[in-house]
T-cell receptor, first 111, second 113 residues
Framework: NAGVTQTPKFRVLKTGQSMTLLCAQDMNHEYMYWYRQDPGMGLRLIHY???????AKGEVPDGYNVSRLKKQNFLLGLESAAPSQTSVYFC??????????FGDGTRLSIL | GENVEQHPSTLSVQEGDSAVIKCTYS??????FPWYKQELGKRPQLIIDIRSNVGEKKDQRIAVTLNKTAKHFSLHITETQPEDSAVYFC????????????FGKGTRLSVIA
């Protein structure tokens, strides 16, 4: 039982490049979330999903897209990376709206 | 929507003393209040949570209290130890429905040996 697995763990991009962050959970959770964490800003919700095939915007969705084609996977895409998107990205999952289980995070630097 | 305020942003205590972190929330529909601990470079991990039908919950050295009338809840850590040093986040949401957790901005706790 791996819990929530995020790939990659680290990535450096150039401005304008695109990439996809993958989140996988093996707990059969319905809900999945993507957060970004910046110093002094806490955890800010980017997008979330309450079930396979559904997505919704969070607090800071601009510049990101998501997809939930399979219940166990939640993908976060950056179409044209900007330096302001340098951050640590966390994925989480939960049953309903209960306790969230977090992955180890992805450190993303955009030059 | 929900707004969660957390205080203080930093807290230093001597080893063995108690630490208290306070949060307020705005949405009276919120009924689920978890607390997460995040050590440096690690993932946030749930340490305790409380639902609105309970006023207090304890787990060894950690306790959470909830005052629904005043819309605030607090984390209490007794007999602090150096390994308690971390960033702590409170959060609030309606447990049912699709409204996700709203997190406070965190409190950096330093326990000085």
């Amino acid at each position: 039982n791996a819990g929530v697995t995020q790939t990659p763990k680290f990535r450096v991009l150039k401005t304008g490049q695109s990439m996809t962050l993958l989140c996988a959970q093996d707990m059969n959770h319905e809900y999945m979330y993507w957060y970004r964490q910046d110093p002094g800003m806490g955890l800010r919700l980017i997008h979330y999903s309450v079930g396979e095939g559904t997505t919704a915007k969070g607090e800071v969705p601009d510049g990101y897209n998501v997809s939930r084609l399979k219940k166990q996977n939640f993908l976060l895409g950056l179409e044209s990376a900007a330096p302001s998107q340098t951050s640590v990205y966390f994925c989480a999952s939960s049953y309903s709206n209960g306790p969230q289980h977090f992955g180890d995070g992805t450190r993303l630097s955009i030059l | 929507g929900e707004n969660v305020e957390q205080h203080p942003s930093t807290l230093s205590v001597q080893e063995g003393d108690s630490a208290v972190i306070k949060c307020t929330y705005s949405d009276s529909a919120s009924n689920y209040f978890p607390w997460y601990k995040q050590e440096l470079g690690k993932r946030p991990q749930l340490i305790i949570d409380i639902r609105s039908n309970v006023g207090e919950k304890k787990d060894q050295r950690i306790a959470v209290t909830l005052n629904k009338t005043a819309k605030h809840f607090s984390l209490h850590i007794t007999e602090t130890q150096p390994e308690d040093s971390a960033v702590y986040f409170c959060a609030a949401s309606p447990y049912s429905g699709n409204t996700p957790l709203v997190f406070g901005k965190g409190t950096r706790l330093s326990v000085i040996a």
